[in-house]
């Protein structure tokens, strides 16, 4: 089971007084920043958990984090074998010794300027998959590192392992964390993540849950079709709406009907509705 945290901001504008101590700036953006916990597990994808961020001075993204992962229920973390991964801010010593207390393993993106206890740098180091030890981390770490293309360039983004892997292996798991990214984007544009416009905190929460629930609903429509091709989450959602909420739908349709009725009889199209009992 692939454990995968990391932090969204939710950019936004004007004043929020119900719950203007939960917006903040963080890396330039003024929104809700909130720390994400995604369960990936064969074909399932599932957004488990969230906190927010309340900016600089408060618990910390990774200090989140570990919150979140001491919250999975036993019931998934004794059948499955966990691997926590995680970008950069959530490589502090805390966090690592924390998974390690938990007796879980993780791969977690590291700064390169991040220090041996022999006073070097990360990016000294010349051979992928060696194990070293880190300022302030009472155990050994495996480190490795790959090239990722941003913006025209290839950066060098160096990866930490707790558990001793081959650097290959390392580099593999270190680019799974990115799946994340790509609900992010769905939950925003197609689901309506950061499109919320409440004026309490409880209408903030609520419509955070119920656009990761709509989320979900479509995953698993997409699921139930055994397709192998990306989801037209447009389609799945249609499908979800149909096959779960079949009601809704009907109620819709018979809505429309009522309201066109004028029209539709000018048109000299009359329509009769008449209810049978199951």
């Given at each position: 089971?692939?454990?995968?945290i990391?932090?969204?901001?939710?950019?936004?504008?004007?004043k929020?007084?119900?719950?203007?101590?939960?917006?903040?700036?963080?890396?330039?953006?003024?929104?809700l920043?909130?720390?994400?916990?995604?369960?990936?597990v064969?074909?399932?994808?599932?957004?488990?958990?969230?906190?927010?961020?309340?900016?600089?001075?408060?618990?910390?993204?990774?200090?989140?984090?570990?919150r979140?992962?001491?919250?999975?229920?036993k019931?998934?973390?004794?059948r499955?074998?966990?691997?926590?991964?995680?970008?950069?801010?959530?490589?502090?010593?805390?966090?690592?010794?924390?998974?390690?207390k938990?007796?879980?393993?993780?791969?977690?993106?590291?700064?390169?300027?991040?220090k041996?206890?022999?006073?070097?740098?990360?990016?000294?180091?010349?051979?992928?998959?060696?194990?070293?030890?880190?300022?302030?981390l009472?155990?050994v770490?495996?480190?490795?590192?790959?090239?990722?293309k941003?913006?025209?360039?290839?950066k060098?983004?160096?990866?930490?392992?707790?558990?001793?892997?081959?650097?290959?292996t390392i580099?593999?798991?270190?680019?799974?964390r990115?799946?994340?990214?790509?609900?992010?984007?769905?939950?925003?544009?197609?689901?309506?993540?950061?499109?919320?416009?409440?004026?309490?905190?409880?209408?903030?929460?609520?419509?955070?849950?119920?656009?990761?629930?709509?989320?979900?609903?479509?995953?698993?429509a997409?699921?139930?079709?055994?397709?192998?091709?990306?989801?037209?989450?447009?389609?799945?959602?249609?499908?979800?709406l149909?096959?779960?909420?079949?009601?809704?739908?009907?109620?819709?349709?018979l809505?429309?009907?009522?309201?066109?009725q004028?029209?539709?009889?000018?048109q000299?199209?009359?329509i009769?509705?008449?209810?049978?009992?199951?």
């Amino acid at each position: 089971m692939q454990v995968i945290i990391d932090l969204t901001s939710l950019e936004k504008r004007g004043k929020f007084k119900a719950f203007e101590s939960l917006i903040s700036v963080f890396n330039r953006k003024r929104g809700l920043h909130l720390v994400v916990l995604y369960l990936v597990v064969g074909h399932w994808r599932v957004p488990w958990n969230f906190r927010v961020f309340r900016g600089k001075g408060t618990t910390s993204p990774a200090q989140l984090g570990l919150r979140l992962v001491r919250l999975l229920p036993k019931t998934l973390t004794h059948r499955f074998q966990v691997m926590v991964l995680a970008d950069t801010a959530f490589c502090s010593a805390e966090f690592l010794r924390g998974i390690r207390k938990l007796r879980y393993h993780a791969v977690v993106g590291v700064r390169r300027d991040r220090k041996l206890v022999d006073g070097r740098q990360l990016s000294s180091l010349y051979k992928r998959g060696q194990q070293v030890r880190l300022e302030g981390l009472p155990f050994v770490v495996s480190i490795s590192w790959f090239y990722l293309k941003r913006d025209g360039k290839w950066k060098k983004r160096f990866v930490l392992s707790t558990k001793p892997m081959k650097a290959s292996t390392i580099n593999w798991w270190g680019k799974r964390r990115w799946q994340i990214e790509g609900w992010f984007k769905t939950a925003k544009h197609r689901f309506g993540l950061h499109r919320f416009a409440q004026q309490s905190k409880l209408g903030m929460y609520r419509w955070l849950i119920l656009s990761m629930i709509a989320y979900l609903l479509a995953h698993w429509a997409y699921l139930s079709t055994d397709s192998t091709t990306l989801p037209d989450w447009g389609q799945v959602a249609e499908k979800a709406l149909h096959s779960i909420l079949p009601q809704l739908v009907v109620c819709i349709l018979l809505t429309d009907i009522l309201r066109l009725q004028p029209l539709l009889q000018a048109q000299g199209i009359d329509i009769n509705i008449s209810w049978c009992k199951m």
